[in-house]
């Protein structure tokens, strides 16, 4: 497991209960969630995790772009859905939950007020990469395990753009939960994560190695 880092996805209060773009179920991945980064610690393994991290003027928010919250249409040429407010910079609702064990390695995207960014990657018109890429190849990862929110937004793009990058990825199956505007969304992506090379695997089989 040498060159595996667990990459956890946005598990930030507002798409916890009762947030402002609250997943449903979100806070049940809590649990399996620490219990990797308390194996991956244990093995001195590399844990990384992402946040949404949006300014109070961006544009995928609806209030922002003149639409209605779930309305489905283009953001600067990109096909956009239209969200509450959420993970405004620095506010509570950014704050990852309190229950989550400490990550020290963060991530943030999603900070130009233009376009959306689901992936930990890249923003979604592929135009600006984060710092992720640079971090994991500078330790040496090559494997990713990967968990968090959502199933059918950010942990879908975020898989799809390490398998692009040559990643070996594993999506953590009871580690994740999605939006389900429609309520296969969820199972449609990880569908096509798996048909695109993602291995599915439950954290119960790597805590019991
Ligand atoms: C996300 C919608 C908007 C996510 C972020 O983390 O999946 N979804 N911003
Ligand atoms: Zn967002």
């Avoid at 995790?49 to 639409?67: I, Q, R």
């Avoid at 376009?115 to 930990?120: C, I, L, R």
Wanted: aromatic content about 10%; overall charge negative; some cysteine.
């Amino acid at each position: 497991m040498k060159n595996s880092a667990l990459l956890i996805i946005d598990v930030q209060n507002d798409f916890c209960l009762k947030g402002a773009l609250e997943v449903k179920e979100a806070n049940s991945i809590i649990t399996p969630i620490n219990q990797l980064i308390n194996f991956f610690k244990k093995k001195s393994l590399f844990i990384i995790a992402t946040k949404d991290w949006h300014p109070e003027n961006h544009k995928s928010f609806a209030v922002n772009s003149g639409k209605n919250i779930g309305d489905f249409g283009e953001l600067n040429g990109l096909s956009q859905v239209f969200w509450p407010v959420h993970c405004v910079q620095n506010s509570f609702g950014s704050e990852f939950h309190k229950e989550l064990l400490p990550i020290e390695n963060v991530v943030y995207k999603g900070e130009n007020p233009e376009v959306d960014s689901y992936s930990g990657f890249f923003d979604n018109g592929k135009k600006f990469k984060t710092n992720l890429d640079d971090i994991l190849k500078k330790n040496e990862i090559n494997t990713l395990y990967i968990g968090g929110l959502a199933t059918d937004y950010c942990v879908k793009y975020t898989v799809l753009d390490a398998l692009s990058l040559s990643y070996n990825v594993f999506l953590l199956t009871d580690c994740i939960k999605g939006v389900n505007i429609n309520t296969d969304d969820s199972d449609k992506a990880i569908e096509e994560v798996k048909q695109k090379g993602a291995h599915l695997i439950n954290s119960k089989e790597i805590l019991n190695i």
